[in-house]
């Protein structure tokens, strides 16, 4: 079983980005998903938590700019970046506590 994070990219200060994680199976509508992010040099630090409810939580340095939701359908999670800031710079991964399941990653660089 593996999770898949995509929708990395480069963007502007102030841009949006929309990131993925899905996986094969029913493993995502399953169980809470969790988003955490690494920068350059920094250890990992936790984004936010969807709950299989849809009910979420976030860390105070994205809360109001961030949101995660998920489409138990396709299997799939989402988080929504919004006014982003060059401090949200970092490899974004996605990660299942229950099973102790990481994705691999997707960079995410916020650059003018």
């Known amino acids: 079983v593996q999770l898949q994070a995509s929708g990395g990219g480069l963007v502007q200060p102030g841009g949006s980005l929309r990131l993925s994680c899905a996986a094969s199976?029913?493993?995502?509508?399953?169980?809470?998903v969790a988003w955490y992010r690494q920068a350059p040099r920094k250890q990992r630090e936790w984004v936010g938590t969807v709950a299989i409810a849809g009910d979420s939580g976030y860390a105070d340095s994205v809360k109001g700019r961030f949101t995660i939701s998920r489409d138990n359908a396709k299997n799939t999670v989402y988080l929504q970046m919004n006014s982003l800031k060059p401090q949200d710079t970092a490899v974004y991964y996605c990660?299942?506590?229950?099973?102790?399941?990481w994705g691999q990653g997707t960079l995410v660089t916020v650059s003018s």
């Open positions: 990660h299942i506590p229950r099973l102790i399941l």
């Open positions: 199976g029913s493993i995502i509508s399953r169980n809470a």
